[in-house]
């Protein structure tokens, strides 16, 4: 198995501070990993390091060479005063409108080409970033809080959808979430921080690791695992819809 980012023994200091230590993990190839903890965990901060964002201040960070990485931001602030269509922003990567209009059918937000990126819904919102992150082509997906701002339904739905995009491009995805029982069944493992590794392994062991419990109570153990059955399809604010309506709203699928 190919290792994309290595890291050993990673730390980050500010203002004498320990934000990050002895953080020392592999991102192999095809392999979904989930970052969890509590806020000021250092998450974020963790994410840039291995994004190349920020140097640690110890320890050694590397790469698969030409390993090429798609980032998906925590937030994105645009004025409301800018004149940006959701077309023009993806634009700004340099890439054409046929590679543009593709990234956004396998997002499943064609029909807001053309809309102000102020007027979309926060789940569009979310699938029009993952479409920004996907126009590299990326080995990598790197996903902070992908599901910011989705209700329940549109998670699961946005879960569904980047395990459907690693199983087609068998790239890498190191997600960054706070809340493991909706993305259980989405990754294959979990690594718990809070500034230091507490626990990692397979989810069903990482919430029952006493480092875990200490950080969430027990009852995040007591959450139900979701598994979504693919009998019925969903528009993009998560309602269900027939198998006529998908098909007159998303056109036959290529083979």
């Known amino acids: 198995m190919t290792t994309l980012v290595s890291l050993k023994n990673i730390a980050f200091d500010i203002e004498g501070r320990s934000i990050l230590k002895n953080i020392s993990f592999d991102i192999q190839q095809g392999e979904i990993i989930t970052l969890i903890g509590p806020n000021g965990a250092g998450k974020t901060t963790l994410i840039k390091i291995i994004l190349g964002l920020q140097k640690p201040s110890s320890g050694e960070r590397s790469l698969r060479k030409k390993l ?76 902070d809080e992908p599901v910011q701002g989705v209700d329940i339904t549109g998670q699961r739905e946005l879960y569904n959808l980047i395990t459907q995009i690693r199983d087609e491009d068998h790239c890498s995805v190191l997600m960054v979430s706070h809340d493991l029982h909706l993305v259980m069944a989405s990754t294959d493992s979990v690594i ?64």
Do not use: W
């Open 68 to 143: 090429t990485i798609g980032y998906m931001p925590q937030k994105l602030h645009i004025d409301n005063s800018m004149p940006l269509t959701v077309k023009r922003f993806l634009s700004l990567a340099g890439d054409k409108l046929l590679d543009i209009q593709s990234a956004l059918a396998r997002t499943g937000v064609t029909h807001v080409i053309n809309s102000p990126v102020q007027t979309i819904s926060g789940g569009e919102m979310q699938r029009v970033l993952l479409a920004r992150a996907l126009l590299s082509r990326p080995d990598l997906l790197v996903l």
């Open 192 to 255: 718990c921080i809070n500034k230091h590794i507490c626990c990692s392994g397979h989810p069903q062991v990482v919430k029952k690791h006493p480092a875990y419990l200490n950080l969430f109570g027990l009852e995040a153990t007591e959450m139900a695992i979701y598994t979504h059955q693919h009998d019925h399809k969903h528009d993009i604010h998560g309602d269900i819809i027939s198998e006529h309506q998908a098909n007159v709203n998303t056109g036959p699928k290529n083979a």
